[in-house]
């Protein structure tokens, strides 16, 4: 850290400038979160093979900035539309895709309502 050794739970800021093994590291990406309308045809996957392939609308990375990387939080079949949270905050993800949280998973979809109208 700094040019110097850090102990094991040393506190480091954003303006400190920090290396392993001689190599530089980058600074740190701020948190972003994304909420996505994923549209009918597009895979909720951040896999660049032949799942991408398949899907004919591509997958749900094609539709943000390709920076800072993200990941979605959870997913939504190919065929349906709504919306999804993606960003980079992995505390975030773990916490709420990881069974041991107890977040639970709630799958289904919901028909198509009339829209909302509002008075004005």
Avoid at 13 to 27: H, I, N, T, V
């Amino acid at each position: 850290m700094d040019g110097a050794l850090a102990a094991a739970g040393q506190a480091v800021s954003d303006a400190c400038k920090l290396s392993l093994r001689g190599e530089a590291l980058p600074p740190r990406q701020p948190i972003v979160f994304y909420l996505l309308n994923k549209p009918r045809g597009v895979m909720t996957t951040v896999a660049d093979g032949p799942y991408k392939r398949s899907a004919e609308g591509g997958t749900v990375m094609d539709l943000v900035p390709r920076s800072p990387r993200v990941v979605p939080v959870g997913r939504l079949d190919y065929d349906s539309e709504g919306l999804i949270l993606m960003t980079n905050d992995g505390s975030l993800v773990a916490a709420v895709t990881s069974p041991s949280y107890g977040v639970g998973s709630h799958p289904g979809a919901c028909g198509r309502q009339p829209p909302l109208s509002l008075p004005g």
